[in-house]
C-alpha cells in the first residue's frame, strides 16, 4: 500500500523550448507544497506536495522527503496510499511520520517509518480533522467533529427527523460555506501503544462549546502541548447567541488526561488571542493577541506569558506589524514571527528579553516556518514563482532546498514585476506593482488590468497565488496593476483602520492616482483600454466604480462583491465584520454609515460592460448579492454576464472551475479592451 520512489538523484536536465506565457492551464497544473517537516536528527525534511487531476477535477496529496545531509539529494516520493490524500506530516521522537490520511473517505493518523512500512494509527470512521503527536509519543492530541458535550471520540448515533427541515434557534445558521448541523471541532487525547491508538479517548473541555480549531479556517497553530506532555493549551470561541458577532478567542489550559476542567489563560481580554506555543524549555508560553473586541484586522502583538509566575509581557506593542505566526527557536532565547511588510510577507526575529525585532528575509512571501538547529526551514513564493522549500542559517544566510516546479516551468517567460510608490489618500505613501507581459516589443502597449485586492485589509503581496494571480492575467497578454490601497496590512495600523466607515473613500481614490501614477510611469501601459477586476471586497469596490467613476473603464469584473449594503447586512454569516466596518453597529443602527458608501444607490449611473461571478455556496457575500447586480446591469441594458458556479464559495478551488473562471474572465476583459470592441 505504501511505496517509496527514488528519483534519480542527478540534477534534471531540461530540454529548452521556446519560450512562451504563463496560461491558467499551467497555473492549475502546477505542483504545491505545504506543511513542511523536519526529523528531530535533522537528516530529512518531509512535506506534503499536491498534484492537479484535472481528469477527476480535484488535487491528490502525497508526502514527499529529502535527505538534507546527501549532497546533491533529489526529493523522493515518501508515502502514496492508494486512493488517498496524505497530508500534515509530523515527527515522533523515534524519527517516524505521522500523518493524516483520508483513505476510506474520513480522516485517520497514519504511522510511517523511513523505509516506507506505514499503517494506520486510529481506527477508520473517526473523521479526525487534525492531530498533534505529544513529545513523547505516547499520546495523541485529535480534533473532530463532535456534538457539544461529546466525551469520547466515538460518533454516537441519533435518529434522524422524519422531515428535511433544519431548524434552529440562534446563529449561527451557516457558516463559510455550509449549514451548521449542531457539531463542534472538539479535542480528544488518545494513548498510544505499540504504534496503535486505543480507546474512545477522553475529550479536554466537554463543558465548553465551540469550536477548536476554530473555523472555518483554524488549524494546528491553534493547539499546542507543553514540552513535559502534561498540558494541552488551545484556542477556542465560546458559542452563544453573540458567536457571530465575536473575535473573542481565549487561550485555554488543560490538564492532558482531563482530570480537571480548562483554565481561560485569557479571560480578561474581550479582543481575540490565539496561536499558542510553548518555549522548548517549557517555561514560557507565547501567543498573539488584538485589543479591540469585534475586529478581526487589529493588530496582532506578540504576547509571552511566564507558565511559572502567571505574569505577560506584550514583546512587540512598540513594532507596528501584525504577528501571522509564532515559531520558538530551539534555545528559547528568541521567537520566529511572520507579518506583512511592504509587499512582502517576511520572517522576523523577535528577542525574548528585550522584544527587539529583527528581519531575517528579504523580498517574498515566507510561510510554514519550522525552527531547527541553526536556523529555520520554510517554503517561498513571489509574485512570479510558486512556493519552494528553504533553509536559513542564523546569519540569515537563505539555501534553496527544492525546485519542485522546475519541468512544469520549463520554457515558460515569466512577466517581470515592478513595485512602485505614489502619493495617495492624505498624503501617505502608497505602493503598488506593475507587472509587464513577457516579450513585449519595444514600443509596444499592451491593455491594463487593474486588480483590486479584497480584504479588505489584505494586500496584493508580492506572493504566488492560485485564484487571483497577476502573472496569469500578465501572461494573457495585460498589462496589470495592483495597489495597497489605504486599508492594506504591512504599512502600521494606522493604515489599516483608515478603511473603516471610508469603504468608498480613501481607497478609490488611491485606486485612481495608482492607476494614474502607474500609466504615467510604464510607456508599455495603454490606459485608455483598462478594465477593472476584483474579488470580495475587490468586487464591492467594482460595484463602486461602477456608479463612480463611470467612465474610466472599458469594462468591469466583480467576483464575490456586495451590491447591496442593507442586505449584506442581514445576509451575512460573521456579522462583526461588516458591523465594525460600518460604525460597530446593526443596519438599522447605523443605516446612515451603510448606505453612505452602497453601491446599490449608484446603479443609475452604471455603463461599463460587467461580469459578475459568485460561487453559490458562498455564505459570507451571499450569490443574491451578485444575482442583484446582474439584474441591475440588464436593467440598465449594460452587456454583462453572470456566472454561477453551484459548488464553489466565496473562492473558486475545483480545478476544472479555476479554468472556466480564468476563460470567463480573462476573455471579458479581452474582448472589451480589444482596439475595436465586440459588442
Avoid at 457539531?183 to 462549546?209: D, I, N, Y
Avoid at 456608479?547 to 462583491?561: E, I, K, N
Avoid at 455556496?617 to 452587456?639: S, V
Wanted: proline share 6%; net charge neutral; aromatic share 10%.
Amino acid at each position: 500500500m505504501i511505496r517509496t520512489i527514488a528519483l534519480a538523484a542527478a540534477a534534471l536536465v531540461v530540454t529548452p523550448l521556446a519560450a512562451r506565457p504563463l496560461t491558467p492551464a499551467d497555473l492549475a497544473g502546477l505542483s504545491r507544497i505545504a506543511a513542511p517537516a523536519v526529523s528531530p536528527d535533522g537528516r530529512w525534511l518531509v512535506w506534503q506536495q499536491r498534484e492537479t487531476d484535472l481528469a477527476a477535477n480535484r488535487g491528490r496529496q502525497d508526502l514527499w522527503r529529502l535527505d538534507l545531509k546527501a549532497k546533491g539529494a533529489a526529493p523522493q516520493k515518501f508515502a502514496s496510499v492508494a486512493d488517498a490524500n496524505e497530508t500534515a506530516p509530523a515527527f515522533a521522537k523515534d524519527g517516524s511520520v505521522w500523518f493524516l490520511s483520508d483513505k476510506g473517505g474520513e480522516g485517520a493518523v497514519w504511522r510511517a517509518t523511513m523505509d516506507g512500512r506505514a499503517a494506520p494509527v486510529t481506527a477508520a470512521g473517526l473523521g479526525i480533522g487534525g492531530f498533534r503527536l505529544s513529545p513523547a509519543g505516547d499520546r495523541l492530541l485529535v480534533w473532530a467533529d463532535r456534538k457539544p458535550g461529546a466525551t469520547g471520540l466515538v460518533p454516537v448515533k441519533e435518529e434522524k427527523p422524519a422531515g428535511s427541515a433544519r431548524t434552529y434557534d440562534r446563529l449561527f445558521v451557516r457558516h463559510w460555506d455550509s449549514w451548521a448541523d449542531g457539531t463542534r471541532s472538539q479535542l480528544f487525547v488518545l494513548p498510544v501503544a505499540g504504534g496503535r491508538a486505543t480507546g474512545p479517548g477522553v475529550a479536554l473541555a466537554p463543558e465548553l462549546v465551540g469550536d477548536s480549531p476554530s473555523k472555518p479556517f483554524g488549524d494546528e497553530a491553534e493547539v499546542a502541548w507543553s514540552p513535559d506532555g502534561r498540558i494541552v493549551y488551545f484556542a477556542l470561541r465560546e458559542a452563544g447567541r453573540i458567536e457571530p458577532l465575536s473575535t473573542n478567542l481565549d487561550i485555554f489550559a488543560v490538564p492532558a488526561d482531563g482530570s480537571s476542567a480548562p483554565v481561560n489563560l485569557t479571560a480578561a481580554n474581550r479582543a481575540t488571542d490565539n496561536f499558542p506555543a510553548v518555549s522548548p524549555d517549557g517555561r514560557w508560553l507565547a501567543y498573539a493577541a488584538m485589543a479591540r473586541p469585534g475586529y478581526e484586522s487589529d493588530r496582532m502583538v506578540l504576547h509571552v506569558r511566564d507558565l511559572a509566575t502567571g505574569q505577560v509581557r506584550a514583546l512587540t506593542d512598540k513594532w507596528d506589524r501584525s504577528v501571522e505566526s509564532i515559531a520558538w527557536a530551539p534555545g528559547s532565547a528568541s521567537l520566529y514571527v511572520t507579518s506583512h511588510d511592504t509587499l512582502d510577507v517576511a520572517l522576523f526575529r523577535v528577542d525574548l528579553a528585550d522584544g527587539r525585532v529583527h528581519r531575517m528575509s528579504g523580498a517574498g512571501t515566507v510561510g510554514a516556518v519550522r525552527p531547527v538547529a541553526g536556523g529555520v526551514v520554510y517554503t517561498k513564493d513571489s509574485l512570479t514563482a510558486p512556493a519552494d522549500l528553504y533553509r536559513m542559517d542564523d546569519r540569515a544566510r537563505e539555501t534553496r532546498l527544492t525546485s519542485v516546479n522546475a519541468g512544469k516551468l520549463a520554457g515558460i517567460d515569466m512577466p517581470v514585476a515592478t513595485r512602485f510608490s505614489f502619493r495617495g489618500a492624505d498624503g501617505d505613501t502608497v505602493w503598488g506593482q506593475a507587472v509587464q507581459p513577457a516579450g513585449m516589443a519595444a514600443g509596444a502597449r499592451a491593455p491594463v488590468a487593474l486588480l483590486i485586492h479584497g480584504g479588505p485589509q489584505s494586500s496584493f503581496a508580492d506572493g504566488w497565488s492560485y485564484r487571483w494571480n497577476p502573472a496569469v492575467f500578465a501572461g494573457a497578454g495585460l498589462a496589470t496593476v495592483t495597489i495597497d490601497f489605504h486599508g492594506s496590512i504591512g504599512y502600521g495600523q494606522r493604515f489599516v483602520d483608515s478603511i473603516n466607515r471610508d469603504w468608498g473613500g480613501r481607497p478609490l481614490a488611491d485606486l485612481k492616482a495608482g492607476l494614474k501614477a502607474a500609466t504615467d510611469r510604464f510607456a508599455w501601459m495603454d490606459g485608455d483600454r483598462a478594465c477593472a477586476a476584483g474579488g470580495s471586497y475587490g468586487g464591492y469596490m467594482t460595484n463602486w466604480i461602477a456608479g463612480v467613476w463611470p467612465d474610466r473603464f472599458r469594462c468591469l469584473v466583480t467576483h464575490a462583491g456586495v451590491f447591496d449594503a442593507r442586505a449584506m447586512a442581514y445576509e451575512t454569516e460573521e456579522l462583526w465584520f461588516d458591523e465594525y466596518e460600518h460604525g460597530g453597529g446593526p443596519y438599522y443602527e447605523r443605516a446612515a454609515d451603510y448606505e453612505r458608501w452602497n453601491p446599490v444607490t449608484k446603479v443609475a449611473e452604471w455603463k461599463a460592460p460587467m461580469l459578475i461571478v459568485h460561487g453559490e455556496r458562498d455564505f459570507r457575500i451571499p450569490y443574491t448579492q451578485g444575482l442583484a447586480a446582474f439584474t441591475a446591469a440588464q436593467r440598465r441594458e449594460i452587456p454583462s454576464r453572470l456566472v454561477v458556479f453551484p459548488d464553489e464559495n466565496h473562492w473558486i478551488l475545483k480545478p476544472a472551475n479555476s479554468l472556466q473562471w480564468h476563460e470567463e474572465v480573462l476573455g471579458w476583459i479581452k474582448r472589451w479592451t480589444a482596439a475595436t470592441p465586440a459588442r
